[in-house]
């Protein structure tokens, strides 16, 4: 890597840590996985005692199965709603996007974030965590773009990247969505 790619990719990254809500008081946010397919007391328990120290949940909401589709994952909105943090829903992809219907699996995210609104949950964004190979990431940038396409202005889209990709000059297209 060329060192003005590394000075710019710093930058980059240096740009997104400092631009969170905590960087004016010069506290960098801290947003948390909650990566539970299973709700447990101790899950609910460890919302309700770092809720202060958490500025978003990145809760998963769904994951692909086998054939492709999204399997929703039974979430405790009540504890969510009392910890009063916004919350991005992570959709994990355990096969390549390009093999999806990605027609289908659009609708499947609509219904989805529509039933996330409906259960009261403050949703702020969706997360796509998608693991794929950096020869895959142009069509993940063209995936992304459609979601990008009927996803509520309102709402963030962000991804899961991997430290592979950065050599990659298909990153940037997929970090631009």
Known sequence: MDSSRARLLF??????????AGASRGVLPQDAYVWQRKWTPAV??????SADLVERWRVLAAYSDSAGRLQAVAVDWRALANTKRPVIAVVRFNRQLTRLDSDRVLSELGDLLAQWRKSGAPVAGLEIDHDCDTALLAGYAQFLSRVRSVLDPKLSLSITALPAWLPSPELGPSLHQ
Request: no cysteine; hydrophobic share 60%.
């Open 11 to 20: 930058a980059f990254f240096a740009l997104t840590l400092l631009s969170g």
């Open 44 to 49: 609910r328990a460890a919302l309700s005692n």
